[in-house]
């Protein structure tokens, strides 16, 4: 039977900076997660409302 692994989601004003957060936050380094981008960051016109963070799902790699 497959092995269910845990999803973590984290959000930033970037990609790099949701990514950043998850390495910092899990405590562990780039090459042990995989991160799938579930919304990029979207900037409001002119500075206006409507922003809205940039959201990624990060998983754990299997150990060997």
């Known amino acids: 039977m497959a092995e269910q692994r845990q999803s973590y989601e984290f959000e930033g ?6 990514i950043k957060m998850a390495l910092k936050t899990l405590n562990v ?3 042990t997660i995989v991160v ?12 206006m409302e409507g922003a ?6 990060v998983v754990l790699k299997q150990r060997k």
Request: charged share 40%.
């Open 13 to 18: 004003g970037t990609v790099e900076e949701a």
């Open 29 to 31: 380094s780039r090459e």
């Open 36 to 47: 799938k981008v579930v919304c990029e960051e979207q900037k409001g016109l002119f500075g």
């Open 52 to 57: 809205k963070p940039a959201k990624i799902k």
